[in-house]
């Protein structure tokens, strides 16, 4: 049995609207499943892939923006479509500004929402490759010891050999070796390959002290 790399999340106090856009997305294709309120999706094991959360903006108990902000203080990657029968400026506002997909009045288009959620996967999945892009570059910098980590952030900063050994109070020859060892725990052969590196872990450069 093969496991979903998608899924649609439907939240809904509404029974017959969970059960009509269940159906809609398993006809167009997506992994879906719905859940009748805030409470009840948080309590869902994790999911590996990509997830765009089909969410109700007035609901008893933990509302769809309260549970956007708690998915946002997670560091969570689901990708949000807000659908609403009471659609109000100040919360529609709120909502894109904190990475809302779109945001969609009762009764909407089919075929509008298929779209929405179509961009929110996608969305969700550059984010994942990001984030496991980021976890990948920093195990391989966890490798790196002290002084190698030293080394590396002056080098991404751009200094020569002879200046990081002025930096570090040290010998050229030994920031030569050690250099060359961080180059070989990062796996890369150049410079620009070492801060594509930095970047993607969120390494800053070294502040040159000179």
């Not at 719905?34 to 948080?42: C, G």
């Not at 590396?152 to 920031?175: C, D, M, P």
């Not at 180059?183 to 970047?199: A, E, W």
Request: hydrophobic share 40%.
């Amino acid at each position: 049995m093969s496991v979903a790399k998608e899924l649609v999340c439907v939240v809904d106090d509404d029974q017959s609207v969970r059960r009509g856009l269940r159906r809609l997305f398993k006809s167009a294709g997506y992994a879906a499943e719905t859940f009748a309120s805030a409470e009840d999706y948080l309590a869902r094991e994790i999911f590996e892939g990509s997830i765009c959360l089909v969410l109700d903006v007035r609901m008893p108990g933990v509302n769809g923006p309260d549970l956007q902000e708690v998915l946002e203080s997670r560091g969570a990657c689901e990708q949000i479509v807000f659908i609403t029968g009471h659609a109000d400026v100040p919360t529609c506002t709120k909502a894109m500004k904190n990475g809302a997909v779109d945001f969609l009045l009762k009764p909407f288009d089919d075929e509008e929402l298929i779209e929405a959620v179509k961009r929110a996967l996608e969305r969700g999945e550059e984010q994942l490759r990001k984030r496991r892009g980021r976890h990948e570059a920093r195990g391989l910098i966890d490798k790196l010891t002290p002084r190698e980590f030293d080394v590396f952030r002056f080098v991404i900063l751009g200094l020569l050999n002879k200046q990081i050994a002025a930096e570090l109070h040290t010998a050229e020859k030994t920031i030569k070796v050690h250099r060359g060892r961080v180059m070989q725990k990062l796996r890369v052969t150049s410079v620009p390959d070492l801060v594509r590196i930095s970047q993607r872990a969120g390494v800053a450069p070294a502040r040159n002290r000179a």
